[in-house]
């Protein structure tokens, strides 16, 4: 891609003239409504045989189901689930592609198949039907021009000949479909899609799309300098949006948000052919991000499912090596693992730990994972609050299944209750370990029976035990890179919108240990393996006396030594003497006339001198109250003694007050005597 902002302008305006026709259309919906659309159709060739088989079987899976009086076309018997053979993601993208667009125009299809007398055909036999339908579905597209042999791919016999009787029926077939669009004044075939999925198709291409930074690889600072010079303008947020524009997500500190126009354009860089950016739905982004925030330093983390292998490298990108192993479940076979250590080692991620037992069936007293801290858990979910529903499916290898939930718009009761079933049962196991101080749990589905209800469930199941402490909600954590505030809601909630797509994230953390259950040797170990107290074993010593004169009656009343000289009264030696004893009384209201005086005095510029040192020595004279504390009893008599001259004290301090400004030195001799 050049790297100047007329090139990418240029580069741009050469996509849209190889755009065979292109037009915008009004369509009139039932109800009067006009609704603009803009149809796109760019010239094809077709595909391998191979695709068409595997987008058959999937149709075959997904298609709707007609009532008896109603089946005017039969596919034969679908009950058993298809095995399907990818030759490679493209062929696989392609393929799902190809049957979820059968799935949208079946209606139409069956239409020109019976009006054109294309079906039936004694040749093509029912279980074929499928094929049949993926195929003029793709014969359409095309303008019913003939397709493209691959010499590269060997041949599928069923795929070659139903394409050469379509070929050969393609006026028939042309010709039907053209009286299907005069009959329902259809400007286009999209007339023919549901409005649901219609309105959804065109929030799914207007969508703002997310890369996350492979730090690995490149930094935020060279991916910025990169992007600088193809000629584009950082903005503050999504709102800003010009054509060649990006945004720091107010979320995740390394990730990026691009308008939807420059999507085909920007995925042609070396930065994403290198890896150094991977487009990825923001959720996954926000769930990684989550569990990171609280790892430790050599924290493990379990990751329950392998899902989309760009979430774990983002784990492992995110825990930058470090001493921290991300154990990844539920990798069945050496193909697939093989596979995904090719994928990681290219990305630069060398901390992950692959196992081939699916999360539920570890044991939480596993040795290997004594050390995990965190369990990150993306169970399987509706998806319905997916941006784009199509990219979600692919990259979480969801089944095919998802395809038809689409587009109903919903899922069925049954359907939802055995996900949530499962999700429960998942997220029930991960509190069994007894290790793991967090757990991160993550959809994006639009149900609260996936979501806020399983959750609920889990932690009222008790499962954890009583040897443990128990699990609390917690808000989750993100690292911001805007000025976005941190949520102070229990659960992240995101819902389907303009600019992103639906989320669901809520954190569970043990709840700490109270310092009051914690042996008080436990406590000072810690602190002292801490640094916090240097001269612990020096005082401890001490600490043990006072804990066997501890049920002793507290009295501090006086000292057990001389003091060096009688000092002025001091609040906090008062307020310790006991109330039954009637000198104290008259102390303390004595006090409580001279506070408002002492305030006065201290604020004073010439006072400030003389206010320190007699603070000094209330701090002396309370480290003297606990020693005082115990020879109370063998000192009584001489408490009245010394309350006498504390009575006089006062007195005399009274006197000293009312010449204080006059007599500042006298006033430090009348303190000392």
């Excluded at 950016?277 to 609280?294: F, M, P, T, W």
């Excluded at 009656?553 to 030696?573: C, I, M, S, W, Y």
């Excluded at 603070?615 to 008599?637: E, G, M």
Aim: overall charge neutral; charged content about 30%; glycine content about 4%.
């Amino acid at each position: 891609m050049p790297g100047s902002k007329s090139n990418l302008v240029s580069s741009h305006e050469d996509v849209i003239n190889e755009t065979s026709d292109l037009s915008e259309i009004k369509i009139s919906d039932e109800k009067g409504s006009v609704a603009k659309r803009t149809v796109t159709l760019i010239e094809k060739d077709g595909y391998p045989d191979s695709v068409y088989m595997n987008a058959a079987k999937i149709f075959q899976g997904i298609r709707t189901e007609k009532s008896k009086d109603k089946m005017l076309v039969r596919y034969g018997d679908n009950s058993e689930s298809p095995v399907l053979a990818f030759k490679d993601e493209h062929s696989r993208r392609v393929s799902y592609e190809l049957a979820f667009s059968a799935l949208k125009y079946q209606d139409l299809l069956e239409e020109i198949l019976l009006d054109s007398g294309v079906y039936p055909c004694q040749s093509i036999p029912d279980e074929l039907t499928s094929l049949l339908v993926v195929m003029l579905y793709d014969l359409q597209d095309r303008k019913f021009e003939a397709r493209k042999i691959f010499d590269e791919e060997e041949p599928v016999e069923e795929v070659q000949e139903i394409g050469h009787y379509l070929y050969s029926c393609r006026t028939k077939a042309a010709a039907a479909l053209a009286r299907c669009r005069i009959k329902y004044d259809a400007l286009s075939i999209e007339h023919f899609i549901p409005e649901t999925i219609w309105k959804q198709e065109q929030r799914v291409s207007a969508l703002p799309f997310y890369v996350w930074i492979n730090t690995f690889k490149i930094s935020l600072e060279d991916v910025i300098r990169d992007l600088e010079t193809k000629g584009l303008t950082k903005v503050e947020s999504v709102s800003d949006f010009d054509h060649y524009t990006y945004a720091m997500d107010q979320h995740c500190h390394d990730v990026l948000v691009f308008p939807s126009s420059l999507k085909e354009e920007l995925l042609n860089l070396d930065l994403f052919a290198d890896c150094k950016l991977l487009l990825q739905d923001k959720s996954r982004s926000l769930a990684v991000h989550s569990a990171q925030a609280l790892l430790n330093a050599g924290d493990d983390i379990i990751v329950a499912h392998t899902g989309s292998y760009l979430t774990i490298a983002h784990m492992s990108v995110l825990t930058n090596h470090g001493t921290s192993t991300i154990f990844v479940c539920g990798v069945k076979s050496s193909a697939k693992e093989e596979e995904l250590r090719n994928i990681f080692s290219h990305m630069g991620c060398e901390n992950i730990q692959l196992l081939h037992e699916d999360f539920t069936e570890l044991e939480p007293t596993d040795r290997r994972l004594q050390k995990a801290k965190v369990i990150l858990l993306l169970p399987q979910c509706s998806g319905l609050g997916a941006g784009n529903p199509m990219e979600f499916i692919l990259s979480e290898h969801r089944d095919a299944g998802f395809l038809r939930d689409l587009f109903q718009g919903f899922v069925s009761e049954d359907k939802l209750g055995i996900l949530a079933e499962r999700q429960l049962n998942e997220l029930i196991h991960a509190l069994k370990f007894n290790k793991v101080q967090a757990i991160v749990y993550c959809t994006c589905s639009v149900y609260p029976q996936e979501n806020e209800l399983v959750v609920k469930k889990a932690l009222e199941s008790g499962v954890e035990g009583d040897k443990v402490q128990p699990y609390r909600l917690i808000p989750p954590v993100f690292s911001t890179c805007s000025n976005s505030e941190a949520s102070t809601e229990i659960f992240f909630k995101m819902e389907p919108s303009e600019i992103s797509s639906g989320c669901f994230v809520a954190v569970l953390e043990r709840e700490k240990c109270s310092s009051k259950k914690v042996p008080a040797k436990d406590i000072l170990a810690y602190a002292a393996e801490k640094g916090l107290l240097d001269s612990i074993s020096e005082e401890k010593p001490k600490e043990e006396k006072k804990q066997k004169v501890k049920r002793r009656k507290r009295n501090v009343t006086g000292t057990d030594r001389k003091p060096k000289a009688p000092e002025p009264l001091h609040h906090q030696t008062v307020a310790h003497v006991k109330a039954e004893v009637p000198v104290s009384k008259a102390v303390s209201d004595t006090q409580q006339k001279h506070v408002p005086r002492t305030k006065a005095v201290s604020d004073t510029e010439k006072h400030v001198c003389r206010t320190k040192p007699v603070s000094k020595a209330q701090q002396k004279h309370v480290c003297r109250a606990k020693a005082v504390s115990d020879t109370q009893q063998k000192h009584v008599p001489r408490t009245k003694a010394v309350s006498n001259i504390q009575q006089k004290n006062v007195c005399r301090t009274k006197a000293v007050s009312k010449t204080q400004q006059k007599h500042v030195p006298r006033t430090k001799a009348v303190s000392d005597i």
